[in-house]
């Protein structure tokens, strides 16, 4: 008897426990299924804004020490994919990034956060440009929960070296994926 009333006391707590633990989520009212204009590249014959979306999360370890994005579109006819935006070094303390954080002239971005090379050869956000006719591109934004306060590298980092770095610190990743084709 007292040892089925200690499985079922355990079983409730355990199930308390889990229903309390929020899952790592990244999100944002400013983007869903399609991107829109304002995160539009303004190159390559494309004619957006460039702007980069707000995005929050909730949910993240109680371990993590910072907090990276990556913006990726593996559909990219580069053999590689293309990286849109490298953001890391932000604060553990951060639970967002606001609209246009990504244009680095502006510091919007939380206070020591660095934002190295994309595939557009600058720092900072660079919007969705597929090639005409291309059926529409995948970007993946990932938010990485990390277990250093400081990656270690700096705005010069091309983004396969931040994101080998990424990886060897992560203890859990995010992500939203939308889609643009033109």
């Known amino acids: 008897m007292k040892r089925a009333f ?3 006391v355990l079983a409730v707590l355990f199930a308390a426990t889990m229903a309390s633990a929020e899952e790592f989520t990244l999100k944002s009212d400013q983007i869903g299924g399609q991107l ?3 995160q539009v590249a303004n190159v390559f014959g494309c004619t957006g804004k460039n702007i980069s979306p707000e995005l929050k999360w909730t ?3 109680k371990t993590a020490k910072s907090f990276a994005l990556t913006v990726y579109d593996p559909d990219a006819p580069t053999g590689s ?3 849109h935006w490298v953001i ?3 604060p553990a303390t951060a639970t967002e990034l606001k609209t246009d954080a990504g244009d680095p002239l502006k510091k919007i971005a939380p206070t020591g956060s660095i934002q190295s090379m994309t595939d557009y050869g600058k720092t900072g956000f660079g919007g969705a440009c597929p090639p005409v006719g291309d059926k529409p ?4 934004f990932t938010l990485y929960a990390l277990d250093v306060p400081k990656l270690g590298a700096d705005e010069k ?7 080998f770095m990424l990886n060897s610190h992560a203890i859990a990743k995010a992500s939203i994926i939308s889609y643009y084709g033109r």
């Open 36 to 38: 829109t204009i304002d």
């Open 157 to 163: 980092a091309g983004a396969p070296l931040v994101g």
């Open 88 to 90: 890391f070094d932000i």
């Open 137 to 140: 591109h995948r970007y993946v």
């Open 59 to 61: 949910g993240a370890p």
């Open 6 to 8: 200690l499985i079922s």
């Open 81 to 83: 994919g293309w990286w």
